[in-house]
């Protein structure tokens, strides 16, 4: 799937360029990406290793944990091949509760410590597991309460209520994160018939 | 309300903190070395999806540069005009699940020219805060533990995102006064 977005973003990039006869823009587009990959990916540092080593003491200290029990009935719905007591538990809660709270800085390291566990739960390195599936469905479409960076560039263009879209984003989100879980468990089940890959 | 909204952003990390570093003074933890311990792997997983970011980031970036996005919203203007959304947000829809930084300029960019508080500033807003850079979230946790196959998560995560647009476009319709 990813290997033919891939493939059609490019392909179908480099034949638009040549219709409209600006093929030269092709190059300059991809060494651009490439800079802005590396950028990104280096500007992260910061932030990871901040949350890295506050995570570290909150796992420690046994809250990660403590955290992990409070929702574990809703983990056994959604997650039946995670044990309840796995640590990858208490870092995907930690994770969904900062994108809940806008707080996108937060929230990436915390999804990447729970792709880290879930990834030793998983049989096949190179292959997504159920349970990321059912993960990165629900972090890419997360309820949000507090849309922080929208809120904020509202009030700088002179809103008379920058915060009017609490409500319209809690709704709109509200049924995005039902889609994802629904998409996922039917996309799972249709996973199982065609031989459980 | 922003007052609210205002303080609780400022107080949940700093609050999150205390509880963190109590919690583990009061349990013997040595906090420093646990700080360094986990600060350490923050390096090497950085390291690791820079390849997959530069893959994902050049492809769209070659996408957009062409003029292949653009022929692709003129595509779906009949799809949009079905649901009854303002033509003028179209190339944010579609580049929100590619590019983050791209979706938040058009975002600004429309909020700038219609005012934030207009049909449009307020569809763009609520769009931009409710969903996220499907595309980059994928790349960057799969490509943090090295996975290659993303099995039916693109689907999903589409599927999210068409029903959040569509979401969004009703109720700010239904909520906009006037």
Known sequence: MVNLIWLALIVLGIITAACNGRIDVVTKAALDGAQTGVETALSLIAIMAFWLGVMKIAEQAGLVNMLAKLVRPLIRLLYPSVPHNHPAVGAMVMNLSANVLGLGNAATPMGLIAMKELQKLNPRPDTASEAMCTFLAMNTACITIIPSTMIGIRAIYGSTEPTSIVGTTLFATALGMTAAVLADIVLRHLSYRRGGR | ?178
């Open chain 2, 1 to 178: 309300m922003l007052e609210i909204i205002n303080q609780l952003s400022k107080w949940a990390i700093p609050a999150f903190l205390l509880v963190v570093l109590l919690t583990a003074a009061v349990r013997r933890i040595p906090v420093f070395e646990s700080f360094v311990e986990g600060a350490e792997q923050g390096f090497e997983v950085t390291v690791k999806i820079i390849p997959y970011l530069v893959a994902m980031i050049v492809a769209i970036s070659i996408f957009r540069a062409s003029g292949a996005m653009d022929v692709l919203v003129n595509l779906m203007a009949p799809i949009f005009n079905f649901f009854g959304a303002p033509p003028e947000i179209l190339p944010h829809a579609i580049m929100r699940p590619l590019s983050g930084g791209a979706a938040l300029g058009v975002a600004t960019e429309l909020i700038k020219e219609h005012g934030p508080d207009s049909l449009i500033g307020f569809l763009v807003s609520t769009m931009q805060g409710s969903t996220d850079t499907t595309f980059y979230v994928l790349t960057l946790y799969f490509g943090s533990v090295g996975i290659k196959k993303y099995r039916y998560s693109v689907i999903s995560g589409l599927i999210a995102d068409c029903t959040t647009l569509i979401a969004s476009v009703f109720v700010v319709q239904s909520v906009f006064p006037g």
